[in-house]
């Protein structure tokens, strides 16, 4: 086998290696949202988001006046 062959094989594979382990951190990084997307510390944020504001939600006090 020809030397350049055997480069463009090595290449390939570091190549493929590369793609594979981006992949998995994207996967990993989609997992770690996920996960935190779902926490009852975040629900308030959330719930501000799919109203289409900002603001922030009343505090306990301001529920009561």
Do not use: C
């Amino acid at each position: 086998m020809s030397t350049t062959f055997l480069k463009r094989q090595k290449e390939m594979k570091r190549l493929e290696k590369q793609r594979a382990k981006a992949e998995r951190r994207a996967q990993k990084k989609l997992a770690s949202h996920a996960r935190i997307d779902h926490s009852p510390q975040n629900a308030s944020h959330i719930e501000s988001d799919v109203a289409g504001t900002n603001a922030a939600m009343p505090t306990e006090s301001e529920r009561q006046n």
